[in-house]
């Protein structure tokens, strides 16, 4: 059974930083895309970022280029969002999701985890 566990999330003020992560179990880890994206209220889901097996990040939304970067550890099967510079409108829902199939759609994806950014 495919699981993602999310983490890192909080209230933090504008300017700030957070570092989500996310521990996978339930397929091979090494083998596969993985990514975040997120929902907030009244705005459409949200693409953030995917990551290949080789760790070639292939997508960052322009929302969050140069603020944003992820990572993977193929060891510790989990992957990171560092996120930089927060602003207001990237208070949003983030999840973590997996491309199992290879059809460039997430299949898996965890409970998300709350990132808030306000003074």
């Known amino acids: 059974q495919v699981h993602l566990v999310e983490s890192g999330g909080g209230l933090v003020q504008p300017g700030g930083s957070l570092r989500l992560s996310c521990a996978a179990s339930?397929?091979?880890?090494?083998?596969?895309?993985l990514g975040w994206y997120r929902e907030a209220p009244g705005r459409d889901r949200e693409q953030v970022a995917r990551?290949?097996?080789?760790?070639?990040?292939?997508y960052y939304s322009d929302t969050i280029k140069g603020r944003f970067t992820l990572s993977r550890d193929n060891l510790l099967n989990t992957i990171y969002l560092s996120m930089l510079n927060l602003m207001p409108e990237d208070t949003a829902k983030y999840y973590c999701?997996?491309?199992?199939?290879?059809?460039?759609?997430?299949?898996?994806w965890g409970r998300g985890t709350q990132v808030t950014v306000s003074s």
């Open positions: 999701a997996v491309d199992i199939g290879g059809s460039a759609e997430w299949d898996w």
């Open positions: 990551i290949t097996r080789d760790n070639v990040v292939t």
């Open positions: 339930g397929f091979t880890f090494s083998a596969k895309t």
